[in-house]
């Protein structure tokens, strides 16, 4: 689900088979589907409006779930495959710093929050950490709308006109 644009075919098509087969409750899925549709494409926007002014801005994403987003939003940005809460070895390190002579990213998205010791890592090198998180389970706060929400602000850093640290 995070190309929004996608989210909204795929609920379109939970609305149709749930009113195939319950179809005295047809009018309450159409109306539930519309109003997500709705908030999915709000959120379809907001996100382009945080990466489309910089979306050719190189960017790393730290795990490689995240191929739906660099797909709609069309973004330049390759995969590593870092655990959050492991810290890199030294090979990894290595192809790191490969990457960065290809891709001389500065910023490194996260689907969790990573250890402090890889923050400080990357800071050291230029690079800022940003957390994205995939909606891989329920949030622990809010619902996947306000969670994405979230990632929508937290994206700002890596796309939006400062290079904040964080």
Known sequence: WLNPRLAALQS???RDAFSQRFPEQAAAFAA???ALKRDLMELDTELDAVVKPNRDRPVVFSHPIYQYFQRRFAVNS???HWEPKEY????????LEALRKKHAFKAVIWEAEPAERTVDKLK???VISVVFSPCANVPETG???SA???N???LKAAYGASTQQR
Do not use: Q
């Not at 890199?88 to 290595?94: A, M, S, T």
């Open 12 to 14: 379109e098509a939970i």
């Open 32 to 34: 539930n589907f519309e």
């Open 78 to 80: 390759r995969n590593l």
């Open 88 to 95: 890199p070895n030294g090979e990894e390190w290595k192809k």
């Open 124 to 126: 050291s090198l230029g």
């Open 143 to 145: 619902d996947f709308l």
């Open 148 to 150: 994405m929400k979230r």
């Open 152 to 154: 929508a602000e937290s």
